[in-house]
Antibody, heavy 118, light 111 residues
Framework: EVQLVESGGGLLQPGGSLRLSCAAS????????MHWGRQAPGKGLEWVSRIDNDGSRTDYADSVKGRFTISRDNAKNTLYLQVNRLRVEDTAVYYC???????????WGKGTSVIVSS | QSAVTQPASVSGSPGQSIAISCSGTSTDVGAYKFVSWYQHHPGKAPKLMLY???TRPSGVSDRFSGSKSGNTASLTISGLQAEDEADYYCASYICDTCPVVFGGGTKLTVL
C-alpha cells in the first residue's frame, strides 16, 4: 500500500524552527517528485514546495521562500521540510504528497499540525 | 501569479447532480488539458479525484466526471451521496517552474 506519514509538528513561538518529516512506503520513493502543502485554519489548500526525484531541483511558494527548505533522503525514503523564522501565519496542517507530471499530486498524507503562537 | 477561482459553496440533495466550476485564464486553465481536482474531508488526507481534466485515478467512482470549456473547467458529481460532502479544490498546470496553484476551494453540502 502506498503510504505517506508526516511527523514533527508542534507548538512554537514566532521566530522558531522545526523540521517536518514525511516517511514514504509502498512505492519507489526515488522515482518521484515530492511536494509539501499546507492548510491554515479556515483556509484552503496552499502549495508550499516541491523537490525532484534526486533532490537536485527545488521550488518554493513566494510566501515561504528563504525561510523553508525542502530536502529528501532517498536511502531512508523520507522527505523533509525545514521551517525557519516561523510566523503566526505559518500555522497550518502540513501535508506531504507524491508528485506526478504537470504538478499533479496523487497520494497525500494525513498531515502534521504546526501552531505558531506567542 | 495565477489565480484560479471556484465558488465558495454548492449544495445538492442525495441522488442529484451538481457541478463545481474552476475559472482561470488563457494562460492556465484555458491553455492546457492539465486540470486536476482534489477532495478533502476535514482531518483526512486530500484525495486526487480527476486529472488531465477528465481522467479518474484507479478507485475513484465514475460518479465523478470532468470537463473543460475555454478558461473554465468543471467537476460534476452525479448521484450525490452523503459521503461526497467535503471540500473540493481544482488546480491547473501553468508552467514547469511555476508554483502549483490551487483554487480557493468549494464546500459541498449534501442536504
Amino acid at each position: 500500500e502506498v503510504q505517506l506519514v508526516e511527523s514533527g509538528g508542534g507548538l512554537l513561538q514566532p521566530g522558531g524552527s522545526l523540521r517536518l518529516s514525511c516517511a514514504a512506503s509502498g512505492f519507489a520513493f526515488n522515482s518521484y517528485w515530492m511536494h509539501w502543502g499546507r492548510q491554515a485554519p479556515g483556509k484552503g489548500l496552499e502549495w508550499v514546495s516541491r523537490i525532484d526525484n534526486d533532490g537536485s531541483r527545488t521550488d518554493y511558494a513566494d510566501s515561504v521562500k528563504g525561510r523553508f527548505t525542502i530536502s529528501r533522503d532517498n536511502a531512508k525514503n523520507t522527505l523533509y521540510l525545514q521551517v525557519n523564522r516561523l510566523r503566526v501565519e505559518d500555522t497550518a496542517v502540513y501535508y506531504c504528497a507524491r508528485g506526478l507530471f504537470w504538478g499533479i499530486q496523487d497520494v497525500w498524507g494525513k498531515g502534521t499540525s504546526v501552531i505558531v503562537s506567542s | 501569479q495565477s489565480a484560479v477561482t471556484q465558488p465558495a459553496s454548492v449544495s445538492g440533495s442525495p441522488g442529484q447532480s451538481i457541478a463545481i466550476s474552476c475559472s482561470g485564464t488563457s494562460t492556465d486553465v484555458g491553455a492546457y488539458k492539465f486540470v486536476s481536482w482534489y477532495q478533502h474531508h476535514p482531518g483526512k488526507a486530500p484525495k486526487l479525484m480527476l486529472y488531465d481534466v477528465t481522467t479518474r485515478p484507479s478507485g475513484v467512482s465514475d460518479r465523478f466526471s470532468g470537463s473543460k470549456s475555454g478558461n473554465t473547467a468543471s467537476l460534476t458529481i452525479s448521484g450525490l451521496q452523503a459521503e461526497d460532502e467535503a471540500d473540493y479544490y481544482c488546480a491547473s498546470y501553468i508552467c514547469d517552474t511555476c508554483p502549483v496553484v490551487f483554487g480557493g476551494g468549494t464546500k459541498l453540502t449534501v442536504l
